[in-house]
């Protein structure tokens, strides 16, 4: 059965101050993997899909990457505006998450 | 750009009572799901559904729940008798391929008193 594991549980960096979130995952065959963001009792936003290591992408000031075992979600120069909850998923149609990164930007 | 919906925004219902949550997934979409999230839990997958037909389901997904996409628009999620443990936020996603992203609604607050 697939398994995420997501770490920090919680992160609280300076405005400007990079930091990355990790993503351990264990799948009998890789399908995806999913980069969400959720704000307080809202919806999970897409942010990236990966499909295969060595894969990176990038959205402003996030860049995903993607290695056999793990995924990292960069965030570089983060603004108060990038507090969120940042989870990870991997599947096709059913979606694994983990429990996510609770990200918290003080200003 | 387009977005997924679903109505209501909060539901409170007596235990025992059925409800019936509803969605509009991305008109170009073919591909629907069911996802709940209880309080401070993982977000976790009930089901999905494609060509009106269920294609997978999860152990949660027991006989007292149940799809159906009763228009060309809409995608319903009905459970028949709720317990005090379905209290939860439940969100329809939709995507345009089965491998491809979902894109989420902003979920529906079901409260079981």
């Known amino acids: 059965e697939d398994q995420v594991t997501q770490s920090p549980e919680a992160l609280r960096l300076q405005e400007g101050e990079s930091s990355s979130l990790n993503c351990s995952y264990t799948v009998s065959g890789l399908r995806g993997l999913f980069w969400y963001r959720q704000d307080p009792g809202k919806g999970p936003e897409f942010l990236f899909t990966?499909?295969?290591a060595g894969e990176e992408k990038e959205k402003e000031r996030l860049k995903a990457t993607l290695t056999k075992k793990e995924s990292f979600l960069h965030i570089t120069a983060p603004k108060p505006e990038d507090s969120a909850t940042y989870l990870c998923?991997?599947?096709?149609?059913?979606?694994?998450f983990g429990q996510g990164t609770r990200l918290t930007i003080n200003p | 750009e387009p977005e997924v919906t679903q109505t209501p925004s909060h539901q409170v219902t007596q235990m025992g009572q059925e409800v019936i949550l509803r969605c509009v997934p991305i008109?170009?979409?073919?591909?629907f799901y069911w996802y709940r999230q209880i309080l401070g839990q993982k977000v976790e997958f009930l089901v999905s559904?494609?060509?009106?037909?269920?294609?997978?389901k999860s152990e949660i997904f027991d006989d007292q729940f149940s799809v159906e996409r009763p228009d060309g628009s809409n995608f319903t999620l009905k459970i028949r008798s709720t317990k005090l443990e379905d209290s939860a936020m439940y969100f329809c996603?939709?995507?345009?391929?089965?491998?491809?992203?979902?894109?989420f609604g902003p979920g529906t607050r079901l409260t079981v008193l």
């Open positions: 998923a991997v599947g096709a149609q059913k979606l694994v």
């Open positions: 996603a939709s995507s345009e391929a089965p491998r491809g992203e979902q894109f």
């Open positions: 990966l499909y295969s």
């Open positions: 559904f494609y060509n009106n037909e269920i294609s997978e």
């Open positions: 008109s170009n979409h073919l591909y």
